[in-house]
């Protein structure tokens, strides 16, 4: 059975999928409607996300190759299968352009094999002349309007949002490209753009300003990535062979695959969805692994999450309205756009009432990869150094209720700490010093996916810090220069732990007093509520 099973880890064409005999989840039905939802269409996505594939289908469909699409769900509804010239320009091969010549240069070079079809004239020196002249050659040739599909739109600026000079003289490239989408309406039949990031018409596709943008329209929401009910279908074959693989049941690889790779929302009220990547790649090499992130955090997430100082401890549970999460990126006012819009944080609730949205980290994956590419930004510790050094022990005295042990785990591992030079830095840098171990214990608690909240809200005040383990609580106040004792008396003077007494778990309260210069844990005190 294992050997019938093919995993398009990796394939990104439709075509390739079908004929090869890859394993497909049916989207079409999906998909004819985005094909017939207007005629210029804007879809953000995260990345490894199954754009290009999408893409590549929409490719297939409005070719016209009937034989691809036998037995999939378009077929009740597609009966013309007409053929139209397509352009499908992938700019990803843009990526790591450092200024505006390269980028026009790129540009005219991606668009060759389309000229050795449609041809080219001698005027046709800019990006925007050139893709003008194969819309209306395609137009002429064929007798039928054209699709223009565009994936990665964004792929030349991502790198670049830091440095706006260079922003700036890359963007009118860009815009140059685009103008014909808008100025050639009568020629189009259909035009599809895809990305991570959304950046305004006004500045990239500053004359297509009927760009239908069905990022959050619930209809769409499950396009890309796989809904509860396809891993329960077609893909309950693979997870029964993890299963077996790993020697565990069905049920309980559900519920770890589940707790890894679901929790994407892209609507409101719309149902889940897995990271497509992540599971195929789970499902391929047997293993449960952290897949999104093998090729590291984007640099460019990271610079903006430094640019705007964001407090990654607040990323667990944020209030927003939607023109705060959902806007241009060259108009963000912090990286909360950005990070929803990578896929690192998502739609987990909404208000209708307040017209508000809850946004949180979407998974275990999602939040092991935050520790992996921030805990040297934030703190200058390494993460694996971490890991191996000091947070597992920490974690499983705390498994074992040893809080005390924990503690002196803790204690030991920041005496080390001074020598590090960049923890050394990092710290000389915080705002404060309780702000700053703060930040040090949520990352690595995280690491080991445990549910930790920091500047907790409750009638009294806030709680520095929440651990959620399985049989405990920890409500924790840290302090540099007041004793453990004071921090223990403000938990109790304040109330910090009473909203998890109706819990069920044991509740231990903490105060911690860190020694300002041995930077480390000096003492701690502990109390049962």
């Known amino acids: 059975m294992a ?47 199954g754009k290009s594939l999408l893409t590549s ?28 010239p397509v352009l499908h320009l992938d700019l990803s091969i843009t990526k790591g352009q450092d200024n505006a010549k390269e980028l026009r240069e790129t540009l005219m070079w991606m668009m060759k094999p389309l000229t050795e079809v449609y041809g080219r004239t001698n005027d046709e020196t800019t990006p925007g002349k050139l893709l003008t002249g194969l819309i209306h050659r395609a137009k002429e040739k064929t007798g039928r309007q054209v699709a223009v599909i565009i994936d990665e739109y964004d792929a030349p600026l991502l790198d670049v949002l830091h440095s706006q000079e260079t922003l700036d003289a890359m963007r009118k490239v860009m815009q140059e490209f685009y103008v014909p989408l808008k100025a050639n309406e009568a020629y189009l039949k259909f035009c599809f753009i895809t990305g991570i990031p959304k950046f305004s018409q006004l500045s990239i596709f500053s004359t297509i300003n009927n760009l239908a943008n069905v990022s959050l329209e619930k209809e769409f929401s499950t396009i890309c990535g796989f809904t509860e009910e396809e891993l329960c279908t077609t893909l309950w074959p693979d997870v029964e062979l993890l299963a077996a693989a790993l020697q565990t049941t069905p049920e309980q690889m559900h519920d770890r695959l589940k707790q890894r790779y679901d929790g994407y929302h892209f609507a409101a009220d719309a149902p889940e969805v897995y990271n497509p990547f992540s599971l195929l790649s789970c499902f391929l090499h047997r293993r449960l692994n952290n ?67 809850l946004l949180s980290i979407p998974n275990q994956e999602v939040r092991v990869g935050y ?26 005295a705390l498994k074992q209720n040893d809080i005390g042990l924990a503690m002196e785990h803790m204690q030991s591992y920041l005496a080390g700490i001074p020598y590090v030079e960049g ?43 929440v651990i959620f383990m399985p049989d405990t609580i920890y409500v924790m106040e840290l302090k540099v220069g007041d004793s453990a004792r004071q921090a223990l008396d403000q938990i109790n ?34 109390e049962e509520a």
Do not use: C
């Open 291 to 357: 897949y999104w992130f093998a090729s590291g955090t984007p640099t460019f997430l990271i610079k903006q999450m430094q640019h705007f100082h964001t407090d990654i401890t607040s990323l667990d549970s944020l209030d927003v309205p939607e023109s705060a999460f959902d806007q241009p990126t060259e108009n963000m006012k912090d990286a909360l756009p950005l990070l929803y819009q990578s896929g690192y944080l998502t739609i987990k609730d909404y208000d209708p009432e307040g017209e508000t949205y």
């Open 493 to 526: 003077a304040r109330g910090y732990a009473k909203p998890y007494l109706s819990d069920g778990r044991r509740v231990v309260k903490v105060g911690v007093r860190f020694d300002t210069d041995k930077h480390t844990v000096s003492e701690w005190e502990t």
């Open 371 to 396: 520790v992996n590419g921030l805990l040297p930004t934030y703190t200058g510790l390494n993460n694996a150094d971490v890991q191996v050094g000091f947070a597992l022990k920490f974690w499983k």
């Open 423 to 465: 923890f050394k830095q990092k710290l000389a840098e915080a705002t404060t010093k309780e702000g700053f171990y703060e930040y040090t214990f949520y990352l690595i608690f995280s690491m080991l996916n445990v549910y930790v909240r920091t500047q907790v809200k409750v009638a009294g005040g806030r709680t520095d810090m």
């Open 3 to 49: 050997t019938e099973r093919r995993y398009p880890v990796g394939i990104q064409t439709f075509e390739r999928i079908i004929k090869d005999g890859y394993i497909y989840v049916d989207k079409t039905d999906i998909v004819w409607k985005l094909a017939h939802y207007a005629t210029f269409i804007f879809m953000s996505r995260p990345r490894r996300f």
């Open 57 to 84: 289908t929409l490719d297939s469909y409005f070719k016209g190759d009937r034989e691809l699409f036998e037995g999939l769900k378009i077929m009740s509804l597609e009966k013309e299968w007409t053929q139209y």
